[in-house]
């Protein structure tokens, strides 16, 4: 009930239910598209989910350059990925109305093929991407292949549903200044991503991308949203991330190693609910930033890795803003050594440890971590059977400078606090230990 009033918040539906007024109607895109675009069927295309339109939509493309192209209402069925390899408008009718159902392994239904070029404009709107039987591999919804030196400038993804049949929803390797909003991924598969936002090298990488209103609905292990190397000034808005299937919610590491890590990422009103292993995982990443997010019922089982609302491994100048972090398996939020300048504000942070009363804490430092704060965040909620052992505990160790203070730790089984940081300089008190 309470996470149904935290959506009840948001300024558009979630799930790939659009807001009103938020993208032209249905009828409005058949008006327009007719009288402005050229149409795929002026190429042959049928889109009566039976022909094989494969060469009739990639002769359409190959002759849209820097033009807009139209899809009319209907299934088009494709053996092969419809290659990009320049800017271009890909506009359907809608979502709704318009099925490109893959029938054949492939790179992807839309396959963005830089090479070692620098594409400039690229729109793909109003389509459901689909697998049509033919046993997809890994192949995503939207995919991008890109050498050293290519990227795409401009990339705007907008009122896309990725249906169950695909095992990935979009994946993106360079991209400068891009837009995603109103993506809705039906099913992750195995190690694959929702949307998976990773760059190639210092030069071929992602930057400046927005993405709203994105939705994963359902997974088989994977993750919602990965964050990989080269990754920088993202931003994520409105976004809904519930479901069982999915392993982390969130994932953000360096995994090539990169000399600078995913950085200045931006989280608001991001919903992290039921996976199965964490709800957000950092392990490596310079400058995050999530505020009024939720982070809940993370189901484990509750071993030392395993769930977690929050698990930060390594990373630099994390701050969580007015978040919800309750129900999980493990800890609420844990942050190991290398975490560092970690900080909690106005959080609530309650009912986690499921797992078993009095094991698991509402926010635990582990040994060796440093330069943190926890400040007025609240760990008791009336009418709730405490669950979390500390509200905040410090494992015994030498973290050192930190500060924890005007915070409600009431709540917890064992105690509100627990310090066991051997440093000399931190600064804790104005803390109330009691309440409901």
Not at 350 to 371: H, L
Request: with cysteine.
């Amino acid at each position: 009930m309470e996470r149904r009033k935290f959506l009840g918040t948001l300024p558009y539906a979630v799930g790939g239910t659009l807001a009103a007024g938020s993208l032209p109607s249905h009828a409005q895109v058949q008006t327009q598209s007719a009288a402005n675009y050229v149409s795929v069927k002026s190429f042959g295309a049928v889109g009566d989910g039976v022909t094989d339109d494969t060469a009739a939509l990639q002769a359409a493309i190959n002759a849209s350059a820097g033009k807009s192209l139209f899809f009319p209402d209907g299934i088009y069925r494709i053996s092969a990925a419809l290659a990009i390899a320049t800017g271009i408008e890909l506009i359907g009718a809608g979502s709704a109305s318009v099925t490109i159902s893959q029938s054949a392994p492939s790179t992807g239904v839309f396959w963005i093929n830089c090479g070692s070029n620098i594409l400039t404009g690229i729109t793909l709107r109003g389509f459901t991407l689909d697998n049509n039987g033919g046993g997809s591999g890994s192949c995503y919804g939207v995919d991008q292949s890109v050498l050293s030196g290519g990227t795409v400038y401009n990339l705007s993804l907008q009122d896309i549903v990725v249906a169950s049949g695909l095992p990935g929803g979009v994946r993106l390797r360079s991209v400068y200044y891009g837009v995603i909003e109103h993506v809705a991924v039906d099913k992750v598969g195995l190690q694959d991503g929702g949307l998976v936002l990773r760059g190639v090298d210092a030069q071929s990488k992602i930057v400046n991308v927005r993405v709203q209103n994105l939705s994963v609905r359902s997974g088989n292990g994977g993750y919602g949203i990965y964050i990989g190397s080269h990754a920088e000034g993202l931003q994520f808005f409105m976004c809904l991330l519930e479901s069982s299937g999915l392993a982390t919610s969130v994932n953000i590491v360096n995994d090539l190693g990169a000399p600078r890590p995913p950085e200045n990422l931006f989280f608001s009103q991001v919903i992290c609910d039921s996976p199965q292993r964490n709800g957000l995982v950092i392990n490596g990443c310079y400058s995050a930033n999530f505020v009024d997010c939720w982070f809940a019922s993370a189901t484990g089982p509750a071993a030392n890795a395993v769930g977690h609302g929050i698990y930060v491994l390594s990373g630099n100048e994390i701050v969580f803003n007015a978040c919800r972090i309750l129900n999980n398996a493990n800890d609420g939020a844990r942050i190991d050594a290398g975490g560092q300048f970690v900080k909690f504000m106005g959080c609530s942070v309650y009912s986690n440890g499921t797992s078993g009363a009095n094991t698991c804490d509402g926010i635990a430092f582990r040994p060796g971590a440093s330069d943190f704060e926890v400040l007025g965040c609240n760990f008791a909620r009336a009418n709730t059977i405490p669950s979390q052992r500390y509200s905040v505990s410090v494992f015994h160790g030498v973290s050192d400078r930190y500060i924890i203070s005007n915070n409600l730790m009431g709540g917890a089984v064992t105690s509100g606090l627990f310090d066991g940081g051997t440093g000399a300089n931190k600064a804790i008190g104005g803390n109330v230990l009691a309440g409901p």
